[in-house]
């Protein structure tokens, strides 16, 4: 069994440890670097090498012999719709390329050849960005197990990521959305523009996490028509967001139209009770909807910038704001909706003017 442990160097920086018992018997330590992450993905390969008797033995490795171990110890640590993401790039992308390569034979040049041809193929930024990211983790992980002396993708900065233009609905569309809109579907709309819940956490939602009394709605879950019913994206996305009154009325409408179900049951489900189809939700009744409104098509995840510009509109601070969208930082919030912020400059160059005139400058 091996154990993680932190240690500080002499000017202060975390360095996470894992000790363990090598085959000798002696108790041993590896580095595994400053993240308790990359601790966990080191001891769980330790363990595993341990354990199958082979520790020791994979000094330089072929890259598709070190992706093995490299595997194994992430799935442990990622959502298993993450894990899948890298298996795929991995078997598509990286075992094409690296797989016959040593280890120790891959330098920040083989780095930027890779990234080269993948531009050269036509792949998008935003392909392209996440292959650096998932390959850096993978050389960073082996640099942290010692397999190799450094990470090459250190000096080396990733392709920048394209930004979609954002687009949302007004404060005057989401009424005129929502009033064109019937049923089931408005009740779904109106989850979505006025408590700004992803698609996959509208459609996870239950009736018990509707607290009317309360006046919350209770983001615990995340449904994904691959992997089922999960956690929500990210530990943060775990939240409550106000249930606010336009909204209470319209889920009690459709709550009674349900003919009274149980807590445990799907608000949001199909003819047999299970979760919608996104496909058909996105192109056939989302789109519908619009139509009926008069309005512009948008990305069913619109709604959720939305969602915020209404927040925004009605003066919401930007930490309330993070907190509604389960953002993981304020400085998630504000690189996303920023621009969104009424009067930012205005209200600085009036604070400064003050200052410089009460200060006689």
């Given at each position: 069994?091996?154990?993680?442990?932190?240690?500080?160097?002499?000017?202060?920086?975390?360095?996470?440890?894992?000790?363990?018992?090598a085959?000798?018997?002696?108790?041993?330590?590896?580095?595994a670097?400053?993240?308790?992450?990359?601790a966990?993905?080191?001891?769980?390969?330790?363990?595993?090498?341990?354990?199958?008797?082979?520790?020791g033995t994979?000094?330089n490795p072929?890259?598709?012999?070190?992706?093995?171990?490299?595997c194994?110890?992430k799935k442990?640590?990622?959502?298993?719709?993450?894990?899948?993401?890298?298996?795929?790039v991995?078997?598509?992308?990286?075992?094409?390329?690296?797989?016959?390569m040593?280890?120790?034979?891959i330098?920040?040049?083989?780095v930027?050849?890779?990234?080269?041809?993948?531009?050269?193929?036509?792949?998008?930024?935003?392909?392209?960005?996440k292959l650096?990211?998932?390959?850096k983790?993978?050389?960073?992980?082996?640099?942290?197990?010692?397999?190799?002396?450094?990470?090459?993708?250190?000096?080396?900065?990733?392709?920048r990521r394209?930004?979609?233009?954002?687009?949302?609905?007004?404060?005057?569309?989401i009424?005129?959305?929502?009033?064109?809109?019937q049923?089931?579907?408005?009740?779904?709309?109106?989850?979505?523009?006025?408590?700004g819940l992803r698609q996959?956490?509208i459609?996870?939602l239950k009736?018990?996490?509707?607290?009317?009394?309360?006046?919350?709605?209770?983001?615990?879950?995340n449904?994904?028509?691959v992997?089922?019913?999960?956690?929500?994206?990210?530990?943060?996305?775990?939240?409550?967001?106000?249930?606010?009154?336009?909204?209470?009325?319209?889920l009690?409408?459709?709550?009674?139209?349900?003919?009274?179900?149980?807590?445990?049951?799907?608000?949001?489900?199909?003819?047999?009770?299970?979760p919608?189809?996104?496909?058909?939700?996105?192109?056939?009744?989302?789109?519908?909807?619009?139509?009926?409104?008069?309005?512009?098509?948008?990305?069913?995840?619109?709604?959720?910038h939305?969602?915020?510009?209404?927040?925004i509109?009605?003066?919401?601070?930007?930490?309330?704001?993070?907190?509604?969208?389960?953002h993981?930082?304020?400085?998630?919030?504000?690189?996303?909706y920023?621009h969104?912020?009424?009067?930012?400059?205005?209200?600085i160059v009036?604070?400064?003017?003050?200052?410089l005139?009460?200060?006689?400058?």
């Amino acid at each position: 069994m091996a154990h993680i442990f932190k240690r500080y160097k002499k000017n202060g920086d975390l360095r996470y440890v894992v000790r363990f018992r090598a085959p000798n018997g002696k108790w041993t330590e590896r580095v595994a670097g400053g993240t308790r992450e990359a601790a966990e993905i080191l001891k769980n390969r330790i363990e595993c090498e341990l354990n199958e008797g082979v520790f020791g033995t994979g000094d330089n490795p072929l890259f598709k012999d070190y992706i093995e171990g490299f595997c194994r110890a992430k799935k442990e640590l990622v959502k298993p719709s993450t894990y899948e993401d890298y298996c795929r790039v991995i078997r598509n992308h990286f075992i094409p390329y690296f797989g016959d390569m040593r280890l120790s034979k891959i330098k920040p040049a083989t780095v930027k050849d890779f990234m080269f041809l993948m531009e050269e193929k036509g792949l998008s930024l935003e392909t392209r960005g996440k292959l650096f990211r998932y390959l850096k983790s993978i050389l960073q992980t082996a640099w942290h197990w010692g397999v190799i002396d450094r990470d090459p993708t250190f000096t080396i900065q990733r392709p920048r990521r394209a930004h979609r233009v954002m687009d949302y609905l007004t404060p005057e569309e989401i009424k005129i959305l929502l009033s064109k809109t019937q049923g089931e579907m408005k009740a779904l709309l109106s989850v979505a523009c006025l408590a700004g819940l992803r698609q996959g956490e509208i459609l996870g939602l239950k009736w018990r996490d509707i607290d009317f009394d309360r006046e919350k709605i209770s983001v615990v879950r995340n449904y994904s028509p691959v992997h089922g019913f999960g956690p929500p994206k990210t530990e943060s996305s775990r939240r409550a967001v106000p249930l606010i009154p336009k909204l209470a009325e319209t889920l009690r409408a459709h709550h009674n139209s349900q003919g009274q179900p149980n807590l445990n049951d799907l608000v949001f489900p199909n003819s047999i009770g299970n979760p919608k189809d996104r496909t058909n939700l996105t192109n056939r009744e989302f789109k519908r909807a619009l139509r009926r409104a008069g309005l512009r098509m948008i990305r069913f995840h619109d709604l959720r910038h939305s969602y915020a510009s209404l927040c925004i509109a009605a003066g919401i601070n930007p930490k309330a704001l993070q907190q509604a969208m389960g953002h993981h930082s304020v400085e998630t919030t504000l690189d996303v909706y920023a621009h969104m912020l009424p009067g930012s400059y205005t209200n600085i160059v009036e604070k400064m003017e003050t200052i410089l005139a009460l200060n006689n400058l």
